[in-house]
């Protein structure tokens, strides 16, 4: 038997899941996740207060990908909270992205108490909000930010990276976060401030930020499967790496795998296909697994060959 298993912050769980993003925002759309075949259930990134998020158009499809500038729109972190005891059936991730440190310290010290939140992904890569800049390209904020969470942490805690494009970035960020107690770090957020036009109408094609917004899809991959496997390589071993970026097939998550990713996320993708993207993409990296003699997602995890 070909199995999808994998562990991340001592659970067992099935290694493809869905990206904080898309269809995870509201009670509908959580159910939705728990009953599909993802393997577990994660939440939009969640502030203090609920959001209505940027004006739309804010999210356009591609044949590549996606370009999105949704500001964070999501219920407040209290529902998302509460929702901790009606997800009973896989681990339940809540990402946080507040609109401050401060708000991150308060989020976290109401999560760390709550039966039923399994892990916390905090976001550090919100490329969307207007005069924020991403926090993780801030290299002393972070740390300095860390180490305030890091200090009463009871929950297992992630991190959600944005991209990163030079040697040196990569050393810096991961010397930061071998300093604590992090259980994993997702790579990559989407690739911030893009821009897509549409040459016909001579327009930008989403409203916020004068039409810049995050990347997704399939250009991300290559940035994607870099980071997951500077990271892999850097990082202490008892941090896992997630991997998110491009991946819309079972060799997209095969590749992400061997490049040293414990689970996959699935963002772009899932706003184009729904929730079933999880069924094809689990049924596609099996047959792969089988065809190719691995039984388990440790049998290839990081063995990617170097010539
Ligand atoms: C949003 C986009 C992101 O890439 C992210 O990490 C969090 C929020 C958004 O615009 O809603």
Not at 156 to 175: E, I, N, R, T, W
Request: proline residues 5%; aromatic residues 10%; contains cysteine.
């Amino acid at each position: 038997m070909i199995s999808l298993e994998t562990k991340l912050f001592g659970i067992k769980l099935d290694c493809i899941f869905n990206a904080s993003g898309p269809l995870c925002t509201s009670e509908e759309e959580l159910y939705n996740l728990e009953k599909s075949f993802s393997g577990a259930v994660l939440t939009k990134s969640c502030t203090i207060d609920p959001r209505k998020g940027n004006p739309e158009p804010r999210y356009f499809d591609t044949e590549w990908g996606s370009i999105n500038s949704m500001g964070l729109p999501n219920l407040g972190y209290q529902f998302y909270s509460e929702m901790a005891s009606k997800i009973s059936n896989k681990p339940y991730i809540v990402s946080v992205s507040g609109m401050t440190p401060d708000d991150n310290i308060s989020i976290l010290e109401h999560l760390n108490c709550v039966d039923g939140v399994s892990a916390i992904e905090l976001n550090l890569s919100c490329p969307n909000l207007i005069g924020k800049p991403q926090m993780a390209y801030d290299f002393k904020e972070t740390d300095d930010f860390l180490y305030r969470i890091c200090k009463d942490l009871r929950k297992p805690l992630g991190v959600k990276l944005p991209p990163y494009f030079d040697s040196v970035h990569f050393q810096k960020m991961a010397d930061i976060l071998n300093n604590y107690p992090i259980s994993f770090v997702t790579c990559i957020n989407s690739i911030g401030n893009g821009l897509v036009i549409d040459p016909h109408s001579e327009s930008v094609v989403i409203k916020p930020k004068s039409g810049f917004g995050g990347i997704g899809g399939d250009f991300i991959k290559p940035t994607a499967l870099a980071n997951v496997r500077m990271f892999s390589k850097l990082l202490n071993c008892d941090i896992s790496v997630i991997g998110c970026g491009g991946i819309k097939s079972g060799w997209d998550a095969f590749e992400h795998i061997l490049c040293g990713a414990s689970a996959v996320q699935i963002g772009t993708q899932l706003w184009k296909e729904g929730i079933g993207c999880f069924e094809r993409i689990s049924n596609e990296l099996k047959l792969i697994m089988e065809e190719k003699g691995y039984q388990f997602v440790k049998d290839f995890r990081g063995k990617l060959k170097e010539i």
